[in-house]
């Protein structure tokens, strides 16, 4: 009975471990669409948008869910998330008073990680890392503003924008 037990034991674990790493924070909403971000020759992460419509609309829920393909230092994504707020023409005092609360919610991030930011009809957003929450900014204009990195026509990368928000 000693060895049925352990292997037992062993599944379960196994079993509890495999659903964790399947639960996403964005799960129950409906795609909108996806896409791929490649820089030079290397991909950096498919990209999910989720609404509870399976449309974008910007009054509505939406959550973001970013698979990352490479490593990448929390501080390179404070980096280019000011880069990025920078050149879609926020204030720097908004983007300061952002960053201070993404210098506590970023992480780095590992290949097959998935960092997610559920963002609510309200503006506030939370965020996820491996389906962990690790933090959240309870600010009406953060949500926005933060999906407009990729969400934004004006962007880095309109085309993937435009295929997160299931236009092309």
């Not at 449309?55 to 990448?72: G, K, N, V």
């Not at 939370?126 to 389906?131: D, P």
């Not at 990195?149 to 004006?154: A, F, K, Q």
Request: with cysteine; net charge negative; charged share 25%.
């Amino acid at each position: 009975m000693g060895i049925y037990r352990s292997v037992k034991a062993v599944l379960t674990v196994v079993c509890v471990t495999l659903s964790a790493n399947s639960w996403s924070a964005c799960n129950d909403l409906s795609r909108v669409g996806d896409a791929e971000l490649n820089w030079l020759f290397f991909k950096v992460y498919d990209a999910e948008l989720r609404s509870p419509s399976g449309t974008h609309r910007a009054d509505d829920e939406r959550c973001l869910e970013l698979t990352y393909a490479m490593s990448i230092t929390r501080d390179d994504l404070l980096e280019s998330t000011n880069e990025t707020l920078s050149e879609l023409q926020f204030a720097s005092a908004d983007i300061d008073r952002w960053l201070a609360h993404l210098d506590d919610i970023y992480r780095d991030v590992e290949s097959g990680d998935r960092f997610s930011v559920r963002v609510s009809s309200a503006g506030s957003a939370e965020f996820y890392l491996n389906s962990v929450p690790v933090g959240s900014v309870d600010d009406p204009t953060f949500g926005d503003a933060f999906l407009a990195i990729w969400l934004s026509d004006n962007g880095r990368y309109p085309k993937l924008a435009k295929r997160l928000k299931g236009e092309s």
